[in-house]
C-alpha cells in the first residue's frame, strides 16, 4: 500500500470529470460527491439503478489451512458459519470491545476468503491483521491498490446484473463468487450500502474503466445513473447503516452501537470476547439510537440531542431524508435502550426542533423481500 499524504485517485477518476462529477476530498481520495444532484441520484437508485465508484475501499486476501481460525480470532461474528460463496457483514473488535473497523467477510472457496474494509482504514486495518496473525498457517495479501470496485444499486440493478454478468445475477443476497469479465478473474458480490438490491464488482483496475463505462451504456434503458458520495450517504443513513469513523469507532463498542446480533459469544476465543461478554451481562449505558425531525429542518453531524431538556447526546450522522421528507440522524443517547416514540428535540443552529426517537432502519425499501 501506499504511504502518500497526497489525495489518491481511483482509476475511474477520469470518467467522473467526463460526467461532471463534483470532486471532494473523501479521507484523501478525490471522489465525486454527487453528478446532477444529491436528491436525483438518491432517487435514481431507489426508482431505478445507480452506480457508485467505491475503489477507494481496501480488499484484503486472507488464505491458507489457518486463515478461518485467524479471521474466527479478529472477528465478532462467526466466520466459521460463511461458507463457500457465502459473505457476512462483521466488526473488528480491539480488547475493550470498540470496533477496529466494520467488514464485510467474503468465502470465496474453502481456505480463501476476502475481507473489504473501509477506505480510512484499509492501512490499519493490514496492520492490526498482520500483528494478530502470528502463529496462524494463513498468508494475506492486501490487494486494494489493484483493485476497483463498482456498486450497483436498485430495483433496477437485476436486468443490467444479467445483461453484464448472468452468473452474478443468480447469486443470493449476501453471496459471493468469483467469475471472469473481460478474461480477467474477478469477484462479485451481492451485499450493499443502500438498502436495495445490487452486486458490487471487485476488478482489477486496468478493467475498471470498461467495466464502468459498459454498465453506463446498458443500463441506459434500465435508467442507469451514476451517483456521488453524498447520495450514498443519504441512502445509507435510510437504511441504517453505519459509517466508521462517523458512527463507529474503536471507543464505542458493537453492543453500544446496536449490532449486538453479529456478536457471536458462543463461537470461542476472540479478540474482545471477555469485554463484550461483560458488557452483555451488565449492560450498556449508552446506545446508538435514530432521531426523526418533527418539524422543518435539516439536522447536522454533531448536533446536540434533548431528552427532558437536557442534553443526552449528539448525532453522528444526519441529513435530510427524501424518502421520508424529514430530517434524521443517529447518535449515541445516554441511556441503556431508548424507547420508539420517545419526545426528544435537536438544537439546530440555537433553535430546538422538536424530535421524536425511532426504530433504525428509517426507511425499508418495498422492492426487498422482508430480511433481505
Known sequence: MTTSTLPRRTALFESHQRLGGRIVDFHGWELPVQYESIIKEHDAVRDRCGLFDV???????????????????V???DI??????????SHLPNERGGVVDDVIVSCLAKGRYLVVVNAATSDKDFAWFLKQAKGFDVA????????GMISVQGPKAAPLIELMAPAAARLPRMGALELELYGTPC???????TGEDGVEFIVPNHIVVRLWEDLIAQG????????????RDVLRLEAGYLLYGQDIDESHTTYE???GWLVKLDKGEFIGR??????????????????????????????PVLLDGRQAGVLCSATYSPSLQAGIGVGYLDRPDPVPGTKCAVSLRGREVPAEVVEVPFYRSPHLKKGA
Open 220 to 231: 441506459q434503458s434500465f435508467g442507469v445513473a451514476p451517483c456521488g458520495l453524498g447520495a
Open 274 to 303: 471477555s469485554a463484550l461478554a461483560a458488557q452483555k451481562k451488565d449492560g450498556v449505558k449508552r446506545r446508538l439510537a435514530g432521531v426523526k425531525l418533527l418539524e422543518r429542518g435539516v439536522p447536522r453531524h454533531g448536533a
Open 75 to 77: 472477528n465478532a461474528n
Open 187 to 193: 469477484v462479485v458480490t451481492r451485499t450493499g450500502y
Open 80 to 89: 466459521a458459519r460463511i461458507n463457500p460463496g457465502r459473505s457476512a457483514y
Open 140 to 147: 494475506l495479501d492486501n490487494k486494494s491498490d489493484d483493485y
Open 55 to 73: 475503489s477507494h475501499m481496501g480488499q484484503i486476501f486472507a488464505t491458507g489451512p489457518g486463515a478461518l481460525e485467524f479471521l474466527q480470532k
Open 257 to 259: 452501537a446496536g449490532c
